[in-house]
């Protein structure tokens, strides 16, 4: 079962555009939600992250917002550029009982055409 | 660089082979993770080191599966009898004490399995 459910599977946005990812999840015991950024032929990068005391957290041109009521968060890339083009994937994590194991989305891959 | 080292890249193992994957941790960092990422997919949890200790196996998929970190640093994951369903990319992560869902990904060995 998958713990959290990512979606688009795939995204195409303009270059300047706004580019949105969304996140869904079950488990009230998560309390810490990364974005990760992967490249091909690369590892996932960690981007930003949150955590369920906050509606929203902004680094740049990246802003994850928070919905706790409705375990739903989300990935805005404000101003996109095709060098953001890449693998985004959303995950959860319970820091209290699995030591850091962290549960991935399938992942969208976001395409910014020049 | 001072990131997560893996290696092999790129290994392609015939049906039944045994196959040994090499992960270099962040100097510093007591905690080691293991995913595996099949294509299109996100990473999928395996197991998890804190220091030599390995204190989370349960997301291996079988016993063919084997993690070790002898000495607290780098870890090696081994499949024997390696069958078709296990081609996937094996990614390897580490984080400090106390921050273990804050993980630094390396670039993954692809292993093939034909």
């Known amino acids: 079962q998958q713990q959290v459910k990512q979606s688009p599977q795939s995204l195409i946005v303009q270059k300047g555009g706004i580019s949105i990812i969304n996140c869904a999840y079950e488990?009230?015991?998560?309390?810490?939600f990364p974005w990760y950024q992967q490249f091909p032929g690369k590892g996932p990068a960690l981007l930003i992250a949150?955590?369920?005391?906050?509606s929203e957290k902004k680094e740049g041109r990246f802003t994850i917002s928070f919905n706790k009521s409705a375990k739903q968060f989300s990935l805005h890339i404000m101003d996109s550029q095709p060098g953001d083009s890449a693998t985004y994937f959303c995950?959860?994590?319970?820091?209290?009982?699995?030591?850091?194991?962290?549960?991935f989305g399938r992942g969208t891959q976001l395409t910014v055409w020049p | 660089g001072a990131g997560v080292s893996q290696s092999p890249r790129y290994k392609v193992a015939k049906r039944g082979q045994d196959v040994a994957l090499r992960c270099d941790p962040i100097s510093g960092h007591v905690s080691l993770f293991w995913y595996q990422q099949a294509l299109g997919q996100g990473p999928e949890f395996l197991t998890y080191?804190?220091?030599?200790?390995?204190?989370?196996k349960s997301g291996l998929p079988s016993d063919r599966f084997f993690a070790e970190r002898p000495e607290g640093s780098v870890s090696t994951l081994k499949i024997q009898r390696t069958q078709q369903e296990d081609s996937a990319v094996y990614l390897c992560?580490?984080?400090?004490?106390?921050?273990?869902?804050?993980?630094?990904f390396g670039p993954g060995t692809r292993l093939t399995v034909t």
């Open positions: 995950a959860a994590s319970d820091r209290g009982s699995t030591l850091g194991r962290l549960y």
């Open positions: 080191f804190q220091n030599e200790a390995q204190l989370d």
């Open positions: 949150i955590r369920p005391d906050v």
């Open positions: 488990n009230t015991a998560f309390d810490y």
């Open positions: 992560a580490s984080s400090l004490a106390g921050r273990e869902y804050e993980q630094y």
